[in-house]
Antibody, heavy 128, light 104 residues
Framework: QVQIVQSGPEVKKPGASVRISCLAS????????IHWVRQAPGQRPEWMGW????????KYSQKFQGRVAITRDTSTRTVYLELMSLTSEDTAVYYC?????????????????????WGQGSRVTVSS | ESALTQSPGTLSLSPGERATLSCTTS???????LAWYQQKPGQSPRLLIY???SRAIGVPDRFSGSGSGTDFTLTISRLEPEDFAMYYC?????FGPGTQVDIK
């Protein structure tokens, strides 16, 4: 069974960067990809991007293009989200979550858009 | 990018009643890209339905998804106390505004 554990809360000043980690266990890296989704207080979830852990391919939301990076460390099965040039609008809970890929393998398939399972969330507060 | 709306915004029902939640896209979308989630306060979202009508592992069969084109529905056949929560639909990578199911 896939389990996902995220890093703890962060408090950052405007203009800074934040890096959040996501450790997924219990799955084969060629059959899973990782999404990042954030949710501001009282708002709907907002998709940020995904990484195909099998080959490192990424896709980002246009909204965050240029200031977000999703990377992976295959040796530790950890995925990272880095968000730069933070403003107060980036205050939110950041979730990572798993998904499978089309064709049953992420080596050649494309990650599905649904997210399951979800991590517990990492709260990021941006405040001066 | 297709816009998503969900209706109603709030649904007030009693345990045992049937809940019907709607999700409408501005452009037709394949049901392969339509999912439903449940979220309770302070918790992460939980996948209920993916690819339009397939139940995620562990989801009770009182939850069902249907629809095609621009109109999709999540039905909860008989509400249990634990079903009172926020529900989001997702089309491709976009999430809808949600429907809050409250106890009447």
């Amino acid at each position: 069974q896939v389990q996902i554990v995220q890093s703890g809360p962060e408090v950052k000043k405007p203009g800074a960067s934040v890096r959040i980690s996501c450790l997924a266990s219990g799955y084969n890296s060629i059959t899973y990809a990782i999404h990042w989704v954030r949710q501001a207080p009282g708002q709907r979830p907002e998709w940020m991007g995904w990484i195909n852990t099998a080959n490192g391919n990424t896709k980002y939301s246009q909204k965050f293009q240029g200031r977000v990076a999703i990377t992976r460390d295959t040796s530790t099965r950890t995925v990272y989200l880095e968000l730069m040039s933070l403003t107060s609008e980036d205050t939110a809970v950041y979730y990572c979550g798993g998904t499978r890929c089309s064709g049953g393998t992420c080596s050649s398939g494309v990650p599905y858009t649904w997210v399951d399972p979800w991590g517990q969330g990492s709260r990021v507060t941006v405040s001066s | 990018e297709s816009a998503l709306t969900q209706s109603p915004g709030t649904l007030s029902l009693s345990p045992g009643e049937r809940a019907t939640l709607s999700c409408t896209t501005s452009q037709p979308v394949s049901s392969n890209f339509l999912a439903w989630y449940q979220q309770k306060p302070g918790q992460s979202p939980r996948l209920l339905i993916y690819a339009g009508y397939s139940r995620a592992i562990g989801v009770p069969d009182r939850f069902s998804g249907s629809g095609s084109g621009t109109d999709f529905t999540l039905t909860i056949s008989r509400l249990e106390p634990e079903d009172f929560a926020m529900y989001y639909c997702q089309q491709h990578e976009t999430f809808g505004p949600g429907t809050q199911v409250d106890i009447k």
